[in-house]
């Protein structure tokens, strides 16, 4: 296979791979549990382009000539006072060259338990595993977020209440290993959250998601590395019922494109 051919394909591949985590606050999301019996439905639409891409030595180099749009669900239910309960389906499009491929991605699913509430912060300490099954076979000529093969992901996740200048704030951080079936390689995944109330309506949130491959690749996967931020405003417009709007871009990374976009979210719980 052509380096160019090639490196796209690992360009599509990984831009498909690094799904923006979701923001997250305290009451819905990230280390803390949800309360036993109560269920949250995060529906995210995101949609990225990625007229260039970073090369083997981190320089942003031609045309990546990729585009992605993609709708997910993220669902938590508590089923017990420190179990949580998750699932995400994944619908997604793209389009690299004349290449197009629009379905059911991924399904994941899995759980998170409360393992430790510190007491001098009032922080939490949490663990988290899910699996990411596969919905249609692996496409070498325009690869989706799949690989072909079940990948699974633990994690480590801490979360940290606060105030700053009499507001409150949060910190989530996230550190997993996901293993990834197909010839692609495992990654290393760092991700960590901060978001602050400006009100009883609105909280502003930013976000910094690092994901590095490590072990052995099988064309067309090659090894990566990306990192994303993102920021969002979210107003909450009834009782349990939000609205985010945000922006991300892959600020730097090596073999993966170069992705801009924006998000809209609708969080509710019941």
Known sequence: MPFGAQKQLCAV????????ALATNPAQAGAWPQPQGRTSIIARLTTTTAPHAFDAGGQIVGDADFEKTELDAYVEHGWRESVTLLVK?????????SQRRTGLATIEAGARARVWVFEEDQSVLALQASVILPMREHDRQNP????????????????????LFGLNDFADTQLAYRHRGGGAP???RLDMTYGINLGPDWTIMTQSLTVAAIGNARAP?????????????????????????GGLRTMSGIQTVRES??????????
């Open 13 to 20: 591949y990984t831009a498909c791979s690094l799904t923006a």
């Open 89 to 97: 389906p994944t619908l997604q499009h793209t389009i690299v060259g």
């Open 144 to 163: 989706l977020i799949t690989s072909g093969h079940t990948d699974i992901d633990a994690r480590l996740l801490h979360g940290v209440p606060g105030t």
């Open 186 to 188: 495992d990654e290393i």
């Open 221 to 245: 996967f090659q090894q990566f590395v990306s990192q994303k931020v993102q920021a969002s405003l979210r107003w909450q417009f009834d009782e349990d019922r939000h609205v985010e709007l």
């Open 261 to 270: 976009g924006a998000f809209i979210s609708f969080w509710a719980s019941f």
